[in-house]
Each structure stands twice: as C-alpha cells, then as structure tokens.
Nanobody, 127 residues
Framework: QVQLVESGGGLVQAGGSLTLSCAFSGDIFSKYAMGWFRQVPGREREFVAG????????DYGDSVKGRFTISRDNNKHTVDLHMSNVKPDDTAVYYC????????????????????WGQGTQVTVSG
C-alpha cells in the first residue's frame, strides 16, 4: 500500500520561499507520477503541480506557474515542491498524491477517487 508523508510546511512571509517534501513508500516509486494539491476550508482541493515518473515532464496550476517548481528524486523516493514569491492566497493545506499520469491527476473526479494521499501539511503566508 502506497504511503505518502508530507513535511516542510509552516509560516512564511509574503514574497518568501518554502520547500515542501513528500516521502513515498509501499510500492515502486518510479511507476508513479507525483503531484501536489492544496485545499482551503470550504473549497475544493486544487491541483498545484505534477511531475511524470521519469521527472522529464511537469505541469502546474495557473495560479502558481512561474513561482513553484516540482521535482523528484527517484533514488530517495521523494518529491519536492519549491515555492517562491509566495502570496497570502497560497495559504492552504498542501497534499501529496501519486498516480500513473499527470493527466489522471488533473481529470475531473480525481480528488474524489480512491487515490493515494498524504495527511497534508499546512502552509500559512503572512502579510
């Protein structure tokens, strides 16, 4: 069973940077595309970024393009989300997920499907 554990959340000032990390276990890491979503209370979970199993393809939500970078280490079985020039609107709980393709993660209904999710890590942007 795939297990995902996020870390790195916290309080950051607007304009600053923060890096989230997700540790993967329970299956062959390189079988999966990896992604990050975020959620604020009362709103649907939102796609933030995805990276293909090989790491050569990435995709980003419109609100984070040019500011966030996703990367993975297939030796360490981790996926990172480097957040720069953060804004108060980036405040959310950030979740790591795994699936076979980025396209699947972005498809309607994915967030309600029995997918693999971490427990989430809170990011709060002040200012």
């Amino acid at each position: 069973q795939v297990q995902l554990v996020e870390s790195g959340g916290g309080l950051v000032q607007a304009g600053g940077s923060l890096t989230l990390s997700c540790a993967f276990s329970g299956d062959i890491f390189s079988k999966y595309a990896m992604g990050w979503f975020r959620q604020v209370p009362g709103r649907e979970r939102e796609f933030v970024a995805g990276v293909s199993w090989r790491g050569d393809t990435t995709d980003y939500g419109d609100s984070v393009k040019g500011r966030f970078t996703i990367s993975r280490d297939n030796n360490k079985h981790t996926v990172d989300l480097h957040m720069s020039n953060v804004k108060p609107d980036d405040t959310a709980v950030y979740y790591c997920t795994a699936d076979f393709t980025i396209a699947t993660m972005k498809s309607p209904g994915f967030i309600d499907s029995p997918s693999f999710w971490g427990q989430g890590t809170q990011v709060t942007v002040s200012g």
